[in-house]
């Protein structure tokens, strides 16, 4: 069993929770995962590692309330347990040698670019950070975007905060700027992925992808995160989950992302029914 430490919630469908598991936390790399189990009966979710204090011996993730484990997951509460928590898994995002990076985030993905353009960050790099939410109260994490780059921009689908667009405006800036980036590096819905890298494509800018295909056992077993990258078969959990986005084949990956859709609806719905229930 693992404590949940901390509870914060981010906006009215997102939360962090920090959880007491030293040993993942002796091991986490930005770019990394973990496996959780809420309860002994529960299903297994991915979910990337947000930050960690190797010190204190926590993890922090986050997660957007969209279907029936996360829905359970966010009904426990500080100071309690769930029955897993498992990793790291998957590789590291390689940051060594890169002086000059563009970290681009869209939605929840903002949770992941987040712990890789703080080390880079950290390391010294010129880390220009773009941020993507459909309107201002969405936005999470901006006090720790601002501690982690030389220059932020955030982006609202609305014009309701920072800069009204999408994320691949604000990097075309950057790239007509000629800044010269040693890589870009972009974490969110894979929809966003694509267009970031059609645009780096036509600049010749290496640019890194985090997948985060259906995963069930994330240690390469099932193969049910197997994605097609530069017309090979690759594992986002053993593989990945960083990989060329230019030679990754995004429309068979949203076409197999929304296989279950119709299934996870019907089990969500099940599963608030039944929890208004427990709450009458």
Partial sequence: MYKIVSRRELNPTTT???????????????GQFIILRPTADGER????????????GTVSVIFQIVGTTTKRLNAIKEGEYIADFAGPLGNPTEVEGLKKVAVVGGGVGCAIAYPIAKKLHQMGAEVYLIVGF???????????????????TIMTDDGSYGRQGVVTAALKDILDEKAELDEVIAIGPPIMMKFVCQLTKEYGVKT?????????????MCGGCRLTVGGETKFA???GPDFDGHLVDFDEMMSRNSSYREFE?????K??????????
């Fill in 208 to 220: 890194v992808v985090s997948m985060n295909p259906i995963m069930i056992d994330g240690t390469g």
């Fill in 16 to 30: 962090m929770i920090t959880v007491e598991a030293p040993f993942v936390a002796r091991k986490a790399e930005p």
């Fill in 45 to 56: 979710i991915p979910l990337t590692i947000c930050d960690y204090d190797r010190k204190k």
């Fill in 134 to 152: 459909r309107n201002k109260d969405l936005i999470i994490l901006e006090d720790e975007y601002k501690a982690a780059c030389s220059h932020l």
């Fill in 237 to 239: 959990c053993v593989d």
């Fill in 271 to 280: 599963t608030c029914n039944l929890m208004n229930k427990e709450v009458e």
């Fill in 265 to 269: 609806r019907h089990s969500y719905e």
